[in-house]
Each structure stands twice: as C-alpha cells, then as structure tokens.
C-alpha cells in the first residue's frame, strides 16, 4: 500500500494548504482546518500548518521556487518528518517533493483514502477502497521504487545502476500484478454490485417510498438516522465516521412507512476515483424518490459543503431529484445572518436538531408534503375473494377513507404514482 507506515503515522506533519487570489486566504484558512481535522482523524500529529499564497502553480513541484525553499528550511529546522498538501499534486511534482524536502510528501487524495480504508466495514466498502487505492497507485509505481532504491542502495556507481535497471523491470511487472488486481477486484465488485441491485429492485416492487439522507461529512446524517428510527449506527464526532449504507424503515405521522437510508458522506475536493469506485454506494442517492440534504448549519462553511454536495450529486445525475434541505445542529449556530443567508439559497428547508431531537415534526410534515407531489388520489372496489389486495394497497399507500358496500371493500386512498397502474382493474370513478 502507498498509505503511511504506522511509524510514519506516527511522526509530525507540517500541512499546506494554497490560494491562488488575496481575498481567498479565509476560506484556504477553513480548508486548512478540514485537512487538519482529515490528517488528525488519519492518526497524524499536526506541528505546523500554513495557508500559501500561490502565484502560480510550478509544473516541476506546484509550489513556487521561492517558497519551496523557505518551507525546506522549516522542515529541516523543526525536525518534521512528513509533509500533507491540501491539493492533488500529480507523481512527478510529489517525487521533486520528496526529494526536496527528503522526508514523505501526501496529498489530500491520499489523506482521504487513507482514513477510508480505515473506516470501511463492509465487503463492498472495502473492495471499492480497494479499488480506488490501486488505481491511485498504478501511476505512483516509479516513486514506490525509488523508495525502494534509497532503502536498498549501497553507493557507488555499479549498485545505483543495477539497482535502476531492475527497478525498471519490476516497474512493468507490478503495474502488470496491479492491472490484473484491479480487473478482479472490479469483477468482484460488479458481484456484490448485483446483490444491492436485487434488493433494490425488491424495494421497488414493494413500492415503499424512499427517504436518502444526504450531506457533507460529519453533518450528522447517521444520529438523525438514530434519532428518528432508533437505529444503532455507529456516530463519532470524525470525519467519515461511516461509510456504508444502512436502511431503516419509519412510520410518518401520517401512517405513511417509508425508507430511510442512510449515505456516505461527501467531502470538497472528493477524489474523482473515490467517486468512480463509490458508484454503487452513492447510487443510493439516485434510487431514492426524495432526498433529505443534511447541512451542518453551524459550520463556518456551510454553504460551500452544501454546494459541494449539490455537484457530487450532479456528477451522479441526481440533480434534478427532488429534496428537502435539512438545516442541522441549528442548537450551535451561533450567526443569525449566516442563517439567515442559507435560508435565502435553499429556500425549500426545514431546520432541526438531530441530536437534541428538535423540529421533527416540522420535518415530517416536509417529507408527507414532499410525498404527495409523488402521488395520486384513487378509489379502488376490492371483492372479499381479492382482500389481499386491500391489504396491500393499504399498506402502500396512505388511506383517506374506508367504506363496506355488500361484500365489497371500497378504499379511498393515496398512492404512488408508480403503483397505481397495476390496480386498475380495481380502480372506480368517484
């Protein structure tokens, strides 16, 4: 793995994150926290830490010239033994690095990666970190092996030069062992890929509407799934405290049972690799009838993570699914007029407490609200020979009204427009 070592772990970081324009340098201050709380939530002591003001990017080691040599120095004198940037560099810049700074150089992608493998459980998370980490490493080979040679070498012209030459070699080789891995972990993915599929299809066919609960990371999407179904998922005040799906059922006020799912959590500058290898998982979002966009309304920056969510889901073609946004932790928003400004850009919201349970029933009338768009109003004639059917469409649907003529039941009900089809035969005119 290209991950650190639990020595390197271990050892102290100084982070990095870059501004390309003056007035920027707040919101590269907030980045550098994210990366902070990432790198820390990794297992990594952070010593130092700076916003940079970059010019431009330097196509050698995307930090300027000037500036290399003055953070070198720093490294040197403060005896830091890892250094972690805020942006993806590409391995050619993060290989000048290292031989630059002569300690390891990660990037954010690598942060994130990271602290995913470490936080999958799942078969299927596991696999798609899997994935996402090997098709990371496979243009990272040569760096692996100059690692290798430093480790190895003896000095001396005759050992630099074996040593290059079978690097060489067995560069071709692992990226052959790494082509073929990834092509079987895909395989094995498109297995399990077909079990969710299933699943979902037998959600469909049981014509539940469904709830997904979406947001950045740490918004508290998994404690409100425990605050409104009593579901026992894991909670951690971390990043990517969890990151596989969990599905629970719940009763609105109504007596309309729906399904909540719960989702992986969307971070900014999301690696478009964790993205592809997140596919299935995040599909979640797009199965859905309606989204529940969880957004930490106490956060310095919520609305640029409500905005990332927003192109994640994009990206995945959920952006036109329809969506309550959930203001979150409103019991720790401390600025009205930032409140204020969030309420204006997402004007379909409801405001809630996860954690104190607060506004739930602001959120069910939301969601009941939001179903009907989804629905119709029918009347259905159910012979006492067919009463499964009734019990059916009742447990489908929403029932408004109830009468008994003769041997008949006559059912008055809402319901989803999906379904109704299949009950015309029992459907009358009012």
């Known amino acids: 793995m290209i991950f650190p070592t639990q020595e390197e772990r271990l050892s102290t970081a100084l982070i990095l994150s870059f501004y390309h324009q003056s007035n920027h340098k707040p919101i590269s201050l907030e980045h550098l926290e994210e990366l902070e709380l990432l790198s820390e939530t990794f297992g990594v002591e952070i010593k130092a830490k700076e916003a940079v003001y970059l010019r431009e990017i330097n196509s050698a080691t ?29 391995p050619a810049q993060q290989r000048n690095l290292e031989t630059a700074f002569k300690c390891r150089v990660l990037d954010r992608t690598e942060i ?28 990272r ?58 699943q979902r299809r037998d959600r469909k066919r049981s014509h539940i509407p469904t709830f997904a609960i979406v947001g950045y990371t740490n918004a508290g999407k998994s404690t409100l799934l425990n605050a409104l179904t009593g579901a026992d998922v894991f909670v951690e005040d971390k990043l990517f405290a969890t990151l596989d799906t969990t599905t629970r059922r719940l009763t609105l006020g109504n007596q309309q049972e729906i399904l909540l799912v719960d989702t992986v959590g969307f971070i900014r500058k999301l690696p478009h690799l964790l993205v ?62 930032k409140l204020q400004k969030l309420k204006i850009e997402f004007p379909k919201h409801v405001m809630i407490s996860a954690l104190q349970r607060e506004g739930f029933d602001d959120l069910f009338s939301f969601m009941e609200q939001e179903l009907k768009s989804l629905r119709e109003q029918g009347t259905f004639r159910i012979p006492q020979s067919d009463f499964k059917i009734a019990s059916e469409l009742m447990r489908i649907g929403t029932l408004l009204k109830k009468e008994y003529e003769e041997n008949d039941v006559i059912l008055h009900l809402e319901l989803p427009r999906s379904a109704s089809g299949r009950y015309d035969n029992y459907r009358v005119e009012e």
Not at 113 to 139: C, D, H, M, N, W
């Open 276 to 337: 592809a290898a997140f596919k299935s998982t995040l599909e979640e979002s797009l199965e859905a009838d309606i989204l529940l966009h969880l957004v930490d309304a106490s956060h310095p920056l919520a609305e640029e993570q409500a905005n990332t969510t927003e192109s994640v889901l994009e990206e995945l073609g959920a952006g036109e699914k329809p969506r309550i946004f959930v203001f979150n932790k409103i019991d720790k928003c401390e600025d009205p007029k």
């Open 62 to 90: 995307y930090i300027s010239t000037g500036k290399l040599e003055e953070f070198v120095e720093r490294v040197k004198n403060e005896k830091i033994d890892l250094v972690i940037l805020d942006d993806e560099v590409t």
């Open 141 to 198: 080979l040569t760096r692996l092996w100059t690692h290798l040679s430093r480790q190895r070498g003896t000095g001396g012209g005759g050992g630099g030069a074996y040593l290059k030459g079978e690097g060489e070699k067995q560069i071709e080789i692992d990226r052959r062992i790494l082509k073929d891995e990834i092509t079987k972990i895909r395989r094995e993915i498109d297995d399990v890929t077909a079990i969710r599929e299933v």
């Open 112 to 139: 994130i990666l990271g602290v995913f493998a470490e936080r999958a459980r799942t078969r299927e998370a596991r696999l798609q970190i899997e994935l996402a980490s090997k098709t990371y490493q496979l243009p």
